[in-house]
């Protein structure tokens, strides 16, 4: 990380602290200061945005483990979040165990699914993986759709709202609070993964996995736990979504979604923290505006019927293309150069 | 046993369909080493530009047929201009994404233009059904199987014999040195960009003439996926023979599956190929196994 | 004729790798570029023939020119096209094409296809081995085979100017004689420039009229291959000879702390 000058390291502790100056902190607090009191002065309906916001953080950091860190491209990420989402609801709606015990089941069993379909990637990369996280992604939703006695098939099933010690969290804000608490700590140990031991493994798996092989990175179990770890925060993202909501089905996890996903850890920066988050802000707010404009241009320029519906992909495929042929390193680089150029303003 | 004729008899000519979207998989993949994930798309934009020519133009069909392949040449040039050229030399991975993005966007575009969700087109082959020993099979089918074979032929001769196509496979065996010929690479990637689209264009005239213009028919792009994972990605052979497994597999498996599992077996089918293939012999029945040094 | 003057190129921006090179190959003339590994040849070579791009490598200053027309950072492509052919270093055939089929890509951007079959003919007159390998996969062949099949690939394309690029890399003392004469028979034949890159600098200035040497991106001597020849650092330090022309003894520790003339 890039500090002002004058910052020195006294002991090994301090130079790999997170936050090191007085202004860092002063930034963190006022940031978490203003989330935690956002219920006051937002409205219901943006907090749910910012609730969707939340839980679309998780996923997109789950998958930045696996295809930002590790490299291994999965366009398959919205079938692990179903995975997560019908593991929850079954566990609270069918079998009527605690929220808790349906969230971390959540996360354990898309992760166990997601590894299951992560061994191909040993021996395969690049597109073969891709392909077989596609075939991942049919497989599942096909299966969610017709194991009608357990997950409700087409139909969808209804899931009770998430409740901690008795207390029921039904509101837009009392979930707002619990999705945020998971935010922060899976944003904090991701950042912490990606510096550690594991996390260097899987950055020289993704420069040059043969490389990484002959150094005495052990392929197999690294993969897979990128896989795990990657699936485990798309099933803790399914999850608290499907608290969330309330109900669901398959819907909710097309291949399209899978490719959102992409998109969003692209436009944001891949193998940084800060990407999934700047990309997903970017990808639902840029929702939110074609929500409320396309209406507004149909009326107006009395655009033809499938513009509200054709004008999202179009949008997002453009922003995927432009992303990667013009800043190919994302959001997240714009960002430290916009820090930059601040720390060092007036030069 | 009819029965099994008919699956069997639908299943191959379905899967000759296959093939033929799968053949511009391979074809872009050979010459350039990219994966164009936005087969399914293209499948899907083709065949509706079809449905506008035929259907809302009203153009005949001897017209509108050669229109909709210039369209699909142009779209082929269009995306290899905006989407590949820029990153030529990137890494698997963004060249894996930006067709991805297209997709995306081209899906977009089919609902701005198209906002029906379906639509047929009109019959392009004779109504009255071949028998073949027991099974019936509609005209369509027959030519679709043709259609295929005899593009497959081309290519091969196309690859082995033509200036062209040799200097695609050069291509992908060393682009650098392709250049230091003196010949335009770009210009090898945009054609066979081209190529390959026109391929998807018939192939999606083909499997709407036969089902219907729906979404559906992203999934065929989908499963010309395995066809290509089944059959090895860098061979043309590979593909015309996975093609028909597949929709035997389908076809069949379907049929005979349905009963036993859950109704909609056969959407399936083909992704548990795609997965079973990856973990017994990844490189697929006739594909190369790729030297890799560090 | 090609012309280089003051050409500097720098990769990615920032190394700087060529400062200032010129030099120049007449019409029908062999000329030799000669130097020490990393010095810049191929780099060189590159700038030319237009191939510096696909390395995110740029000519920064100076200009090249050949025949009165400015070809300076011109793609491949272009270059190409006005008859200046590189064949690269280290025998980059096309692994799964076979003999003929790599010799014909050489020719994709001519026309006239009665005379590509007879310039085929000609590169199997000239490397009669490659004809009886014709249908042999490329990436088979032996590495002296691969080489041949790279320079007759460069003729192919029925170059104006041919540029090679250590043509004698790895191959045995018999061939490097073979494959050279090739080359000057080719050049005589068809009176065609030749701009080659070489270690092997006694062969080399065998061939060639004229000659350049390179150190660290700068030219420090040329001449004619005769003058050359008998220039006394030439023969020390990249033929290996003492002033009186017999192998150099390092065990005279005085001749091995020379300074060359020229830095
Ligand atoms: N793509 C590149 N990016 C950065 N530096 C490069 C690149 N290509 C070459 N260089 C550097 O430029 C310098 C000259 O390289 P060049 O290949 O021209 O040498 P050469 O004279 O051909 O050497 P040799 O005889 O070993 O082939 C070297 O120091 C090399 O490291
Ligand atoms: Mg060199």
Redesign the pocket.
Same mark, same amino acid.
């Given at each position: 990380m890039s500090l002002p000058t004058g910052i020195r390291s006294y002991s090994y502790s301090q130079d790999m602290a997170v936050f090191r100056t007085r202004t860092h902190w002063v930034w963190l607090a006022v940031l978490l200061a203003f989330l935690f009191t956002g219920p006051l002065y937002w409205s219901n309906y943006w907090l749910g945005v910012v609730n969707l916001i939340g839980i679309t953080v998780i996923a997109a950091t789950g998958l930045n483990i696996l295809t930002g860190y590790c490299g291994q491209l999965s366009i398959g990420h919205a079938g692990f979040i179903a995975v997560g989402a019908y593991t929850s609801a079954i566990m609270t709606n069918r079998f009527e165990l605690p929220f808790l015990v349906g969230l971390i089941s959540a996360g354990g069993i898309a992760g166990l699914v997601g590894m299951v379909f992560g061994i191909p990637s040993l021996r395969v990369k690049g597109f073969y993986l891709a392909i077989s996280t596609i075939a991942a992604q049919f497989i599942i939703i096909w299966v969610i759709n017709h194991w009608t006695s357990l997950t409700g098939g087409f139909v969808g099933i209804s899931v009770p709202p998430a409740s901690i010690g008795g207390i029921s969290l039904v509101s837009q804000a009392s979930q707002f609070y619990l999705i945020m608490i998971v935010v922060i700590i899976v944003v904090f140990l991701t950042n912490n993964l990606a510096r550690s031991r594991v996390g260097r493994a899987f950055v020289a798996i993704r420069d040059n996995d043969l490389a990484a092989q002959v150094m005495g990175i052990n392929l197999f179990r690294y993969k897979l736990l990128a896989f795990f770890l990657g699936c485990f925060l798309a099933g803790i993202a399914g999850s608290l979504l499907a608290h969330w909501t309330g109900f669901m089905n398959a819907e909710n996890f097309t291949m399209t979604d899978s490719i959102l996903y992409i998109g969003m850890i692209i436009i944001g920066g891949l193998g940084t923290t800060i990407g999934p988050i700047l990309g997903v802000l970017f990808i639902r707010l840029a929702q939110q505006g074609i929500t409320f404009l396309s209406p507004l241009l149909e009326d107006t320029f009395a655009m033809p019927a499938g513009f509200t519906t054709g004008l999202g992909p179009m949008v997002f495929g453009l922003a995927i293309m432009l992303f990667l042929i013009l800043e190919p390193r994302g959001l997240a680089h714009r960002w430290a150069l916009i820090r930059a150029s601040y720390r060092l303003w007036p030069f | 046993m009819a029965e099994f004729g008919q699956f069997a008899i639908t299943g191959v000519t379905v899967g000759m369909v296959y093939a033929l979207i799968a053949l511009g998989f391979v074809l872009i993949w050979k010459s350039s080493g990219v994966a164009n994930l936005t087969l399914g798309q293209l499948v899907l934009v083709f065949s509706w530009f079809t449905y506008g020519m035929l259907v809302q133009a009203g153009f005949p069909v001897w017209l509108g047929m050669p229109l909709v392949v210039l369209f699909a040449v142009g779209v082929g040039w269009l995306v290899e201009r905006i989407a590949l050229r820029p990153l030529i030399g990137q890494p698997i991975l963004s060249l894996i994404t930006v067709t991805l993005g297209v997709a995306f966007f081209i899906e977009g575009m089919v609902s701005f233009i198209w906002p029906k969700s379906v639509a047929a087109l009109p019959r392009l082959f004779p109504d009255e059904p071949v028998h073949v020993g027991a099974a019936v099979v509609s005209q369509e089918y027959l030519w679709a199987a043709v259609i295929s074979v005899v593009l497959f032929v081309l290519l091969t001769l196309f690859f082995k014999r033509h200036r062209m196509g040799i200097v695609m496979r050069a291509v992908a065996d060393d682009q650098m040195a392709v250049q230091a010929c003196g010949i335009p690479v770009a210009q090898i990637f945009s054609r066979s960009w081209m190529f390959a689209c026109a391929l998807a264009a018939v192939g999606g005239v083909l499997m709407s003439s036969i089902g219907g213009i729906t979404f559906g028919l992203v999934e065929t792009g989908l499963k010309a996926f395995s066809v290509v994972i089944l059959g090895g990605l860098d061979s043309f052979l590979g593909a015309i023979v996975a093609g028909p497994i597949i929709g035997l597999a389908e076809n069949v498996g379907g049929g005979y599956l349905t009963p036993l599992t859950w109704p909609g077996v056969r959407e399936i089918i083909p992704f548990v190929i795609i997965v079973i293939v990856m973990f017994i012999r990844p490189h697929g029945l006739f594909g190369e196994r790729r030297i890799e040094r560090i | 004729m090609l012309e280089l003057s003051n050409v500097e190129v720098s990769?990615?921006g920032v190394?700087r790798?060529l400062h200032g090179v010129s030099l120049r190959v007449d019409d029908g003339q062999i000329v030799a570029l000669l130097?020490?590994?990393?010095?810049?040849?191929?780099?060189?070579l590159k700038a030319i023939s237009g191939l510096l791009r696909s390395? /995110?490598?740029e000519v920064t200053g100076g200009s090249i020119e050949w025949r009165g027309q400015k070809i300076t950072n011109r793609n491949a492509e272009e270059v190409g096209k006005l008859g200046i052919i590189q064949a690269l /270093?280290g025998r980059r055939v096309f692994e799964h094409l076979n003999t003929e089929e790599n010799l014909l890509v050489g020719a994709y951007q001519r026309r006239d296809r009665s005379a590509v079959r007879d310039d085929l003919e000609m590169v199997y007159q000239y490397f009669p081995s490659l004809k009886e390998l014709r249908r042999n996969t490329a990436g088979y062949l032996s590495g002296g085979e691969q080489q041949m099949l790279v320079v007759g690939r460069a003729i192919m394309a029925s170059p104006q100017l041919l540029m090679l690029?250590?043509p004698s890399l790895g191959l045995a003392p018999m061939m490097v004689e073979e494959i050279y004469g090739i080359i000057r028979r080719f050049s005589r034949e068809h009176e065609t420039s030749v701009l080659l890159?070489e270690?092997n600098v006694r062969v080399a200035l065998g061939i060639a009229d004229y000659g350049y040497v390179?150190e660290n991106?700068r030219i420090v001597l040329d001449g004619s291959a005769d003058f050359l020849k008998h220039n006394e650092d030439v023969r020390e330090f990249y033929m290996g000879l003492s002033a009186t022309g017999t192998r150099k003894s390092y065990r005279e520790v005085k001749h091995y702390k020379r300074r060359k003339r020229w830095l």
């Open positions: - | - | 990769y990615l190394i790798v130097g020490a590994n990393g010095a810049g040849k191929s780099t060189t390395e /995110e490598g /270093e690029d250590e890159v270690q390179m991106g």
